[in-house]
């Protein structure tokens, strides 16, 4: 019998990807991608229903002011009106 190796896929290797990965002595390692990287994921992920996304639900993320804004004006225009 052949015993199966498993191997952790952590995306390509070439030097083109933008990711910063930074570690401080009181935080845990982060990692810096462009947004549009991300956002099909988990949108993906909550549309499925992925259960992995509530292991992440009190994580913090830090985004630029004027995305922050946009998603405020984002908020308030989408509330259904009365």
């Known amino acids: 019998m ?3 190796h498993l191997r ?3 995306g390509p290797n ?3 990807a933008m990711v910063d990965v930074v570690r ?3 935080q845990r390692e982060t990692v810096t991608v ?3 990287d991300i956002l099909p ?3 993906d992920a909550v549309q499925s229903e992925r259960t992995w996304l509530r292991d992440f639900e009190d994580d913090e993320a830090t985004i630029s002011m004027d995305l922050y ?4 004006a984002y908020q ?3 509330r259904p009106s009365a």
């Open 24 to 26: 401080s002595e009181n």
């Open 41 to 43: 994921l988990l949108a």
């Open 14 to 16: 070439d030097d083109s």
């Open 8 to 10: 952790v896929y952590c």
């Open 76 to 78: 308030h225009y989408r």
């Open 34 to 36: 462009p947004l549009m």
């Open 2 to 4: 052949n015993a199966s």
């Open 69 to 72: 804004e946009v998603l405020l």
